[in-house]
Structures are given as structure tokens and as C-alpha cells.
């Protein structure tokens, strides 16, 4: 019989409640222990069966949970990650890993100390739209790809009252929301890059938190982009690949968060398909005659994010995501700040 993970969810906003409770519950591999909802009972309504508390310590303390879950608000990450390794707990962090390079640094030498798993929940890496790209980049199937564009864009004119995500006190923003899982995909894709030029604005009335960016990543003979905007109603296309033999066009938004906020149940036949209206456009180039086909998109399926979490654990596999390639996200994001702050391009070398 395998063995079952007692889990510890240290908040249950809007990750919590959309993305770790369900992924986590539908897995029998885990058994959620403990659920922090300090203001709200939604937690105890969802899942009666569960101990809910409105202290973070209580996580630290139940020997019941040997893995935690810090989902709280970014500025938290570090203490609170920090705290559960120090109390001998596996963990998860939500993106963004910490807020700062030497806060990341000091998680890995902790974990590696305690001889624990540390991982981040970057789940983007497993949208469909971003396996399939990532396919076409593998497979060559634009020749020598030499730009590449990615877009992550919303409309969301007004400003959420009461919310640490729109507060500049809280280390909140775009760029370290959407911009850590779009950074992150170009890491997977091409590795880091030599440079970096970004520039940030907050476009909204009455906005103290950059809600707009366009980050460039340098490589030696590729051109990455990656731009978000809160103030986009009619959105363009989600990738753009142009190489030397075709182009990749790909618009839509991968299906898994739509179901799981509407109450599906992760997993199945058809979890995570998407809609055909929604399929790229490849325009190539094959034994030198020209194709253009439409490419069914892969399935996408966060829950493969909690089963490598598992082997990690258990059969002591590499983590999903390595807190190294997490802290390089941080590092892309510093630099981008400096580059925007300084009106230049910032090396990494």
C-alpha cells in the first residue's frame, strides 16, 4: 500500500481554494491534514473533514503534516517557507519563490541542510499551450527558431479593494504574479539568457503595483519576449514562434483554472483538452514542400506538479521544480526591476 503525505495548506485565498486544496485532495497519494483560513469558514464548508486553524503555527506543530503548502501573500513567502523547513516539513511555495535572490538562497541551504524537499509551485509549466510549444521548440519544427513572444494578458480595469495583490507595500505586481510563470517557461524552453531589458508601467487609475510590462531576454541568436498587460479586453495571440523555416501562431488560454474555479473535478479522459477552436496554426517548411496544419493542443494537467512532488518525497526523485530554476526567476526579475529603474539593459553575465 502506498504511503499517504499529510498536507498543510497555509492559506485558502484564492490559490488554496482553486489550484492546492483540489489538486491535492483528488490525489489519494495525499491526505490534507490542516487548512489555515484566518478570516472565513469556506474552508470548513469545502472540506468538513479537515481541521481548519487560523494560525500558521499550527501547521508547524501537527505531526500529522509532513508537507506545507506556503500559498500566503508573496511578501510572506520567506518566513513562512523558512519556518516549516526549520520544523522539519516538506514544502511547496507558490510562485514567486521569495522576493529577493538572497531570501531564495538562504531556502535552498536550509532545505539542503534538513535533508528536505523544496519546490515551487510553477504550474504554468504544465499548460497545455506551453507543452506544446515546447514540442515544437524540441522537435525543431521551425528550423532555427530566432524570436519568441509569449503574452499572458487580461482586462481588469478596476482596482480590487482590500487586497495585498494591489498594494506596493506588499512586494506585489505583475511582473512577480504572471511574470514569474512566463519568465519561468522561457527559462524550461531556452536556459538563461545574457541579458535582460524591461520595462514596467502602471497603467490603471489609481494603481500603486505595475500592471504592464515588456521583459526582452537576450540570447546569443534568439529574441525572446514576454509582455502582460491588465488592460487588454480584445486579447492577441498567446505564443508567437517565428524560425527559420516557419511560424507557430497559438491563441487561447490553457482550460485547467476555468474548470477547477467552476468545481471540476482535476483528472479524467478529457481533463485539461482543449477546445479545437483553440489550436495553433504551424506554417513550415518539411523535405523542403511548404505545410500548414493546425496542431492539436496537448492536454495540459497541473496535477503532474504533485505527483513528482510524491516521488520526490517518497522515492527521492528530483523535485517538479528545482528551487534553483525558481531562484533564477528571481534573478530575471531583479534584474528587470534594475533594467526598468535604470532605463538600460542589464547584463547576466
Known sequence: MEQIIGVGIASFGMSGRIFHAPLISHDKKFAIKRIVERTDNDARKSYPGVAVSKSFEDLLIDDAIELVIVNTPDQ????????????????????PFTQTVAQGEELIALAREKG??????????????????????????????VDFESHFDRYRYGIQPDTWKERADAGAGLVYNLGAHMIDQALVLF?????????????????????????????????????????????GPRYILHGSLGSFIKHGIDPQEEALKQGQTPGG???????????????????????KVIVETKPGNYGA???????????????????????????????AKRSNQERRTVSLQ
Not at 124 to 131: E, H, I, P, V, Y
Not at 269 to 291: F, I, M
Request: with cysteine; net charge neutral; proline share 3%.
Open 76 to 95: 510572506t513567502h520567506f518566513e513562512f517557507a523558512k519556518r516549516a523547513l526549520q520544523a522539519g516539513k516538506h514544502v511547496v511555495v507558490e510562485k
Open 116 to 145: 528536505l524537499m523544496l519546490t515551487v509551485f510553477h504550474n504554468r509549466r504544465w499548460d497545455g499551450d506551453f507543452l506544446t510549444v515546447q514540442e515544437i521548440v524540441k522537435k525543431k519544427m521551425l528550423g532555427r527558431l
Open 191 to 235: 536556459g538563461m539568457p545574457e541579458a535582460v531589458t524591461a520595462h514596467t508601467r502602471i497603467v490603471r487609475n489609481r494603481g500603486e503595483v505595475d500592471d504592464w510590462y515588456d521583459i526582452k531576454l537576450h540570447y546569443h541568436d534568439l529574441n525572446v519576449c514576454t509582455r502582460s498587460s491588465y488592460l487588454v479586453r480584445e486579447p
Open 269 to 291: 479522459s478529457d481533463w485539461g483538452k482543449e477546445s479545437q477552436e483553440w489550436w495553433g496554426l504551424l506554417n513550415t517548411e518539411v523535405n523542403g514542400l511548404q505545410r
Open 305 to 335: 506538479f504533485y505527483n513528482n512532488v510524491y516521488d520526490c518525497i517518497i522515492h527521492h526523485t528530483n523535485p517538479p521544480v528545482r528551487p534553483e530554476e525558481a531562484l533564477n526567476v528571481i534573478r530575471i526579475i531583479e534584474a
